[in-house]
C-alpha cells in the first residue's frame, strides 16, 4: 500500500478533493450543483439536487457536487466546499449570502421558499465573479409567517425531524396589544403558537436548524 507524507498532499485551492464524500446519486446531478442528504444506500449517503421548497433539504446536510453524474452512480462527487468563477455578481456585493433556490441544485442572490444560505460572494464582477459555496458552514434558519384569524393559538406543521428546534415567534402590532405567550412542538413536528389572548394578525417565526 502506498504511503505518503504531509507534504506530499497539496493544500486545496478552489476545492478540496481530498475531503470529497463517495456518494450515491438519487437523481441525475449536475456539475456544481447543490446536493443534499436524503437518505442511505448500502453503505454509501444517498444525495439528490437540492431545492429551497423541500423541508427535508432545510435541515439536511448540503454539499456541492464537483462534476455531473447521471442518477443511481456512485462517485467521489460531494466536496464540502467549491469556489465558482466567471459568474456575473453584479448585482451583488462582495461577502453578501448567497441561498438556496426553489429550482434544484441551483443557488440564488434571494431567498427561496425556505430561507437557506449556502455561500458568500468573494468578488463582484459582471463576467468574473465568484462565490464561495461551502452550505455547511452558514448558519441556517427557517422563517416565514403564520397567520392567526381571531383565535388565540395557531400551528404550523413541519417535517418531525424539525421537532423541538429552537423557535422565535413574534406578533406583528396592533391595536389589540396581544402578544406571544408561548410556542411548543407536538412531538411530531407541529408548532403552535399560543397567543396572550383572541389575535387576528401575522406572527413572525424563526426556527434554527
Known amino acids: 500500500m ?7 498532499v497539496l493544500p486545496g485551492v478552489d476545492k478540496t478533493l481530498s475531503n470529497a464524500t463517495k456518494a450515491s446519486a438519487g437523481t441525475q446531478i449536475k456539475e456544481n450543483d447543490l ?3 436524503t437518505s442511505q444506500n448500502g453503505a454509501f449517503l444517498s444525495v439528490v ?17 464537483d462534476f455531473g453524474v447521471a442518477s443511481g452512480t456512485i462517485g467521489s462527487f460531494a466536496l464540502p ?4 468563477d466567471g459568474l456575473n455578481t453584479s448585482a451583488l456585493s462582495v461577502g453578501d449570502p448567497v441561498y438556496l433556490s426553489d429550482t434544484a441544485g441551483i443557488w440564488s442572490g434571494t431567498p427561496g421558499t425556505f430561507r437557506i444560505p449556502v455561500g458568500i ?4 464582477h459582471a463576467t468574473t465573479g465568484r462565490i464561495l459555496l461551502c452550505p455547511q458552514d452558514m448558519p ?29 415567534a413574534t406578533a406583528n402590532e396592533n391595536s389589540t396589544g ?16 399560543t397567543m396572550s389572548g383572541t389575535y387576528d394578525g401575522d406572527v413572525g417565526y424563526s426556527i434554527g436548524v
Open 2 to 8: 502506498a504511503r505518503y507524507k504531509q507534504r506530499q
Open 35 to 37: 446536493i443534499a442528504v
Open 49 to 65: 439536487q437540492a431545492d429551497a421548497d423541500t423541508i427535508l433539504h432545510a435541515h439536511t446536510r448540503l454539499m456541492v457536487a
Open 81 to 84: 466546499w467549491k469556489v465558482l
Open 121 to 124: 460572494v468573494t468578488e463582484d
Open 140 to 168: 441556517r434558519t427557517i422563517t416565514g409567517i403564520l397567520a392567526i384569524s381571531s383565535a388565540t393559538t395557531g400551528t404550523v406543521t413541519f417535517d418531525a425531524a424539525l421537532d423541538g428546534s429552537p423557535v422565535t
Open 178 to 193: 396581544r402578544y406571544v405567550k408561548h410556542v411548543e412542538w407536538n412531538g411530531s413536528g407541529v408548532l403552535t403558537v
